[in-house]
């Protein structure tokens, strides 16, 4: 027999608890299990709690997975006769008897289902980089347990470095979600209002009625900066900055592509002001901001935030590559921050995603506000929210991603919400293959 603690420390985990609990949503009250610091390991405290109704919706449940293949089927099965084999454990967390042990078996059982979901994915990507298509680093996950990490290639083609999985990546686009959530602790905090106009911070911004709300959604109609700057920025070889960005709106009133609030427009230059109103707000630097309250308290140790400026270097330890493996050029637009500039790893980027589940610095309450779709004039199964995509497919399940392209780097942050799976690809060439976002959630 396999006790809980065991398979813990054999990363195994809770492989089988969220199928168990979407059993428990057939019922009135089902117990989890629950850490027992006396016995040093994991014990089931009951409460039977059967519903009549159970029965019936069982086939439902059973089939509403997005996925009907033998191996889905079997583990609901599994976990449906757990849960009713653990019903009758009724003693409250006293004694060693109520510790529950798990047969060798059914452990065997779930390791198969895990190694060859392990082999479909690692096949897919070593397809591709064999074929020179993909370089970079992996990782899929299932309730915070990792079913399967690599990484592919190099970090530096001139060096031949090779790819580490704590090697830090560009995030690009990827990190608007981090930016989104510093702007939902600081409104947590009563800091800030999402219905705060950006004019209350910035006194002669000359946009009117733009609310925070508007510019998290990509609402605001604003231009992009990366265009206008072009424009009025007159030596790229200085960094333009965050509050460069600001100064230039302020000075020549770019015109806005739309009225406020009239469509969705993504637009860079929403989450570069979202970074500023944080460093209005907080009386600190973006970066450092970032680093006390968010990457060091989820133990993001290899992330940080990359700010050109004239006295520094794009981190090299990592080389972003475009066509034909050249070097991407460290533009004068690193100098913005907040709708880029994120350097991550694929297992920090894990800390976050299970931060969001746990409701860790951000409550529960607000994150399923940002995993709204915020647009009624787009698809339920297309929309955006707070610093997320979100889909919403026909079955019902809720997936919430970004994806990010800039510089030499692309990448892919997926969170299947129902499901607790997560899907996280870095890569540092910005080729122009691409992954699409279906077809990566089909490899769980």
Same mark, same amino acid.
């Given at each position: 027999?396999?006790?809980?603690?065991?398979?813990?420390?054999?990363?195994?985990?809770?492989?089988?608890?969220?199928?168990?609990?979407?059993?428990?949503?057939?019922?009135?009250?089902?117990?989890?299990?629950?850490?027992?610091?006396?016995?040093?390991?994991?014990?089931?405290?009951?409460?039977?709690?059967?519903?009549?109704?159970?029965?019936?919706?069982?086939?439902?449940?059973?089939?509403?997975?997005?996925?009907?293949?033998?191996?889905?089927?079997?583990?609901? $099965?599994?976990?449906?006769?757990?849960?009713?084999?653990?019903?009758?454990?009724?003693?409250?967390?006293?004694?060693?008897?109520?510790?529950?042990?798990?047969?060798?078996?059914?452990?065997?059982?779930?390791?198969? $289902?895990?190694?060859?979901?392990?082999?479909?994915?690692?096949?897919?990507?070593?397809?591709?980089?064999?074929?020179?298509?993909?370089?970079?680093?992996?990782?899929?996950?299932?309730?915070?347990?990792?079913?399967?990490?690599?990484?592919?290639?190099?970090?530096?083609?001139?060096?031949?470095?090779?790819?580490?999985?704590?090697?830090?990546?560009?995030?690009?686009?990827?990190?608007?979600?981090?930016?989104?959530?510093?702007?939902?602790?600081?409104?947590?905090?009563?800091?800030?209002?999402?219905?705060?106009?950006?004019?209350?911070?910035?006194?002669?911004?000359?946009?009117?009625?733009?609310?925070?709300?508007?510019?998290?959604?990509?609402?605001?109609?604003?231009?992009?900066?990366?265009?206008?700057?072009?424009?009025?920025?007159?030596?790229?070889?200085?960094? $333009?900055?965050?509050?460069?960005?600001?100064?230039?709106?302020?000075?020549?009133?770019?015109?806005?592509?739309?009225?406020?609030?009239?469509?969705?427009?993504?637009?860079?230059?929403?989450?570069?002001?979202?970074?500023?109103?944080?460093?209005?707000?907080?009386?600190?630097?973006?970066?450092?901001?970032?680093?006390?309250?968010?990457?060091?308290?989820?133990?993001?140790?290899?992330?940080?935030?990359?700010?050109?400026?004239?006295?520094?270097?794009?981190?090299?330890?990592?080389?972003?590559?475009?066509?034909?493996?050249?070097?991407?050029?460290?533009?004068?637009?690193?100098?913005?921050?907040?709708?880029?500039?994120?350097?991550?790893?694929?297992?920090?980027?894990?800390?976050?995603?299970?931060?969001?589940?746990?409701?860790?610095?951000?409550?529960?309450?607000?994150?399923?506000?940002?995993?709204?779709?915020?647009?009624?004039?787009?698809?339920?199964?297309?929309?955006?929210?707070?610093?997320?995509?979100?889909?919403?497919?026909?079955?019902?399940?809720?997936?919430?991603?970004?994806?990010?392209?800039?510089?030499?780097?692309?990448?892919?942050?997926?969170?299947?919400?129902?499901?607790?799976?997560?899907?996280?690809?870095?890569?540092?060439?910005?080729?122009?293959?691409?992954?699409?976002?279906?077809?990566?959630?089909?490899?769980?």
């Amino acid at each position: 027999m396999i006790r809980l603690r065991q398979l813990q420390k054999n990363s195994f985990q809770f492989r089988i608890r969220l199928e168990v609990e979407s059993v428990g949503r057939l019922v009135n009250k089902i117990k989890r299990f629950k850490f027992c610091p006396d016995q040093n390991d994991y014990v089931y405290e009951g409460g039977p709690a059967v519903a009549v109704s159970c029965f019936s919706r069982f086939s439902q449940w059973m089939w509403a997975s997005r996925k009907h293949d033998v191996d889905t089927i079997m583990l609901k $099965i599994i976990s449906t006769l757990f849960l009713f084999i653990l019903l009758p454990f009724q003693n409250t967390v006293t004694n060693t008897e109520s510790a529950v042990t798990w047969p060798d078996p059914i452990y065997d059982i779930l390791h198969a $289902i895990d190694s060859r979901r392990a082999a479909t994915i690692d096949s897919f990507f070593s397809e591709r980089f064999n074929r020179h298509a993909f370089n970079g680093t992996v990782l899929f996950a299932e309730n915070g347990r990792i079913i399967y990490e690599h990484a592919f290639g190099l970090a530096n083609f001139k060096q031949k470095d090779s790819l580490k999985i704590n090697s830090g990546f560009q995030l690009a686009s990827v990190s608007k979600p981090l930016t989104a959530f510093a702007v939902m602790m600081l409104a947590e905090k009563g800091k800030l209002s999402y219905d705060d106009d950006v004019r209350k911070f910035f006194p002669n911004f000359p946009y009117a009625d733009i609310t925070i709300r508007l510019l998290l959604i990509h609402r605001s109609g604003l231009p992009n900066y990366m265009y206008f700057a072009d424009k009025y920025w007159p030596d790229r070889s200085v960094p $333009i900055t965050n509050s460069d960005v600001v100064e230039l709106m302020e000075k020549y009133h770019p015109a806005p592509n739309y009225r406020p609030n009239t469509r969705y427009n993504y637009s860079n230059t929403n989450y570069a002001l979202l970074a500023s109103i944080v460093e209005k707000v907080s009386g600190m630097d973006f970066r450092d901001f970032m680093k006390k309250y968010i990457f060091k308290p989820l133990a993001m140790n290899h992330t940080f935030i990359y700010r050109k400026t004239q006295t520094t270097n794009v981190p090299q330890e990592v080389v972003g590559y475009t066509r034909r493996r050249r070097v991407a050029e460290d533009s004068y637009l690193n100098g913005v921050v907040g709708d880029k500039g994120v350097y991550s790893t694929v297992e920090d980027l894990l800390n976050f995603d299970q931060a969001l589940y746990n409701g860790t610095l951000v409550s529960r309450k607000s994150l399923e506000q940002a995993f709204q779709p915020a647009h009624k004039d787009l698809h339920l199964d297309d929309n955006y929210g707070f610093g997320w995509r979100v889909s919403i497919r026909k079955d019902g399940e809720k997936v919430v991603y970004h994806a990010g392209w800039w510089k030499g780097f692309k990448t892919y942050f997926i969170r299947l919400l129902d499901e607790h799976r997560t899907i996280i690809v870095l890569s540092n060439q910005s080729r122009p293959y691409h992954f699409r976002i279906d077809r990566l959630n089909e490899l769980f």
